[in-house]
């Protein structure tokens, strides 16, 4: 195997591996790298599923807010609420040991996407089932 100096194998500069191609290596050690990568994904996938369900009650969620803003003609955006959350969730990620950068990302992405999901329930005239979620 040919590994450079800081221990990567020389091909690891390309942009993609194709690991599944691997797993019939002749290669005891390659075949063991490519068995504990394995083991993790399976460990990966559970997270995905479990993180897209979450997602899903929260887009839920928040399209109720979505409608009840729109009947008490309250604006999509909240920035004091937003910004509790932002507060909470840096802490949250503090004690959890996950990079803040990354919580501040999803924070980001979710807020964005629930407010433009809003104002189309606004400009439903509050109706969340326009949201793909209720069709
Ligand atoms: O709590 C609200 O007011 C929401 O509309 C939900 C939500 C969020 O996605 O958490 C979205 C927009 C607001 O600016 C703040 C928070």
Redesign the pocket.
């Known amino acids: 195997m040919t590994t450079t100096e800081d221990g990567w194998r020389a091909d690891a500069r390309e942009e993609a591996t194709d690991i599944d191609a691997f797993a019939q290596s002749d290669d005891p050690q390659m075949q063991h790298i490519v068995e504990r990568i394995d083991t993790l994904r399976a460990s990966i996938d559970n997270i995905d599923m479990a993180i897209v369900a979450l997602l899903a009650e ?1 887009f839920k969620a ?1 399209a109720q ?2 409608a009840l ?1 729109a009947r008490a003609g ?1 604006a ?4 004091a ?2 910004e509790q ?1 932002m507060e909470r969730l840096r802490l949250v990620a503090q004690a959890a040991g996950l990079d803040v950068e990354i919580a501040e990302q999803y ?1 980001e992405f ?2 964005t ?3 433009r999901r ?1 104002r189309r329930i606004a400009e439903q005239g509050g109706d969340a089932g326009v949201l793909d979620i209720f069709a």
Not at 76 to 79: G, K, L, M
């Open positions: 929260r928040t807010v979505g803003k309250f999509a955006a909240d920035y609420r937003e959350q924070r979710v807020v996407e629930t407010k809003h």
